[in-house]
């Protein structure tokens, strides 16, 4: 399944080539660049990355220049140009940055979203709220994409302008970060984010249970718990926890475990079959064989590739 937002055609407008140079002025470097405003990181990148592989928490990416496909499941999503896409729930993806170059690199920009902002916004909005179209892509799943209207891109263009005027960020970033909010809120995403705010939405519990099983993953899944937890019968949360992460709960907790096992070799140096046994498997040789589904190839071989993407270039004397 493949859900894809068109770039752009032709010519940028005005504002949207602004929102481009400010953000190529700003990621001078490359990589994902964290900034002065919180919550707030820049990603650049001068050539496609065949894979990267991280959890989403809840927040609004913003693609500026440059294609991203993301996985999530069994669902491929096409981030696009001018698009932006929120996560409401933490999700496990992989993700491909399939257009870059030095020339016109990939970059964009990522905006954390605590859920209760979206609660209070909607407080504040009551019946005043326009009809809500649904979104293009990935409609029934915890990632959602849109194209950035004018007001979108001139209120982006605002944050990210504050980081050339540090002073001013304290005072002027959070009123701009909670138009972002409010405008995603308004625009063919709202309806997704208005029903993660619901708290006696099935989606909300779908929630809960992610929260659950992130905190919990090194443990045995029980999925008779799970359902106890947040009042909903078995199979309704099977169904539901499929709609919304394109993963079944074993699933979504063997993606959870293989990207910590991922990260504690790759950062803290652990051996393979330490890593194996600190996330909850019982056995090396499935961890192996797991890991190597997911990622191509064996623990050893896939961190040792990874160091060599990601070691430094040697100084030259």
């Given at each position: 399944?493949?859900?894809?937002i068109?770039?752009?055609?032709?010519?940028?407008?005005?504002?949207?080539?602004?929102?481009?140079?400010?953000?190529?002025?700003?990621?001078?470097?490359?990589?994902?660049?964290?900034?002065?405003?919180?919550?707030?990181?820049?990603?650049?990148?001068?050539?496609?990355?065949?894979?990267?592989?991280?959890?989403?928490?809840?927040?609004i990416?913003?693609?500026?220049?440059?294609?991203?496909?993301?996985?999530?499941?069994?669902?491929?999503?096409?981030?696009?140009?001018?698009?932006y896409?929120?996560?409401?729930?933490?999700?496990?993806?992989?993700?491909?940055?399939?257009?870059?170059?030095?020339?016109?690199?990939?970059?964009?920009?990522?905006?954390?979203?605590?859920?209760?902002?979206?609660?209070?916004?909607?407080?504040e909005?009551?019946?005043?709220?326009?009809?809500?179209?649904?979104?293009?892509?990935?409609?029934?799943?915890?990632?959602?994409?849109?194209?950035?209207?004018?007001?979108?891109?001139?209120?982006?263009?605002?944050?990210?302008?504050?980081?050339?005027?540090?002073?001013?960020?304290?005072i002027?970033?959070?009123?701009?970060?909670?138009?972002?909010?409010?405008?995603?809120?308004?625009?063919?995403?709202?309806?997704?984010?208005?029903?993660?705010?619901?708290?006696?939405?099935?989606?909300?519990?779908?929630?809960?249970?992610?929260s659950?099983?992130?905190?919990?993953?090194?443990?045995?899944?029980?999925?008779?718990?799970?359902?106890?937890?947040?009042?909903?019968?078995?199979?309704?949360?099977?169904?539901?926890?499929?709609?919304?992460?394109?993963?079944?709960?074993?699933?979504?907790?063997?993606?959870?475990r293989?990207?910590?096992?991922?990260?504690?070799?790759?950062?803290?140096?652990?051996?393979?079959?330490?890593a194996?046994?600190?996330?909850?498997?019982?056995?090396?040789?499935?961890f192996?064989?797991e890991?190597?589904?997911l990622?191509?190839?064996?623990?050893?071989?896939?961190?040792?590739?990874?160091?060599?993407?990601?070691?430094?270039?040697?100084?030259?004397?």
């Amino acid at each position: 399944m493949t859900a894809t937002i068109q770039t752009l055609a032709g010519n940028l407008a005005p504002n949207q080539q602004r929102l481009v140079s400010i953000t190529e002025q700003l990621t001078a470097a490359e990589g994902i660049l964290a900034t002065e405003i919180n919550g707030v990181e820049l990603f650049r990148f001068e050539e496609p990355v065949s894979c990267a592989s991280g959890v989403f928490e809840p927040c609004i990416c913003f693609v500026i220049q440059g294609d991203m496909k993301i996985q999530l499941g069994d669902h491929e999503i096409t981030h696009s140009a001018m698009a932006y896409m929120a996560s409401s729930v933490h999700l496990p993806v992989m993700r491909r940055v399939t257009e870059a170059s030095r020339e016109r690199p990939f970059i964009g920009a990522k905006l954390k979203v605590d859920p209760q902002e979206v609660a209070n916004l909607l407080v504040e909005l009551g019946d005043k709220a326009p009809p809500l179209a649904a979104p293009d892509s990935c409609p029934e799943c915890g990632l959602s994409i849109a194209q950035m209207d004018e007001q979108m891109q001139d209120a982006l263009y605002r944050l990210l302008n504050l980081l050339n005027s540090p002073r001013d960020i304290a005072i002027l970033a959070p009123s701009i970060r909670r138009e972002i909010i409010y405008r995603a809120l308004i625009g063919e995403m709202g309806s997704r984010m208005r029903q993660f705010s619901a708290t006696d939405s099935q989606s909300h519990r779908i929630s809960n249970v992610i929260s659950i099983l992130k905190d919990q993953y090194t443990k045995p899944l029980r999925i008779r718990e799970l359902a106890e937890a947040v009042n909903m019968s078995e199979s309704t949360l099977y169904h539901n926890f499929k709609q919304v992460t394109h993963m079944s709960p074993l699933q979504f907790q063997k993606k959870l475990r293989l990207l910590e096992a991922r990260r504690l070799m790759l950062v803290e140096g652990i051996e393979a079959a330490t890593a194996s046994y600190r996330v909850g498997y019982e056995s090396p040789s499935h961890f192996s064989r797991e890991y190597s589904r997911l990622f191509g190839a064996p623990p050893k071989a896939d961190v040792q590739n990874l160091r060599g993407i990601y070691a430094p270039e040697p100084e030259s004397a």
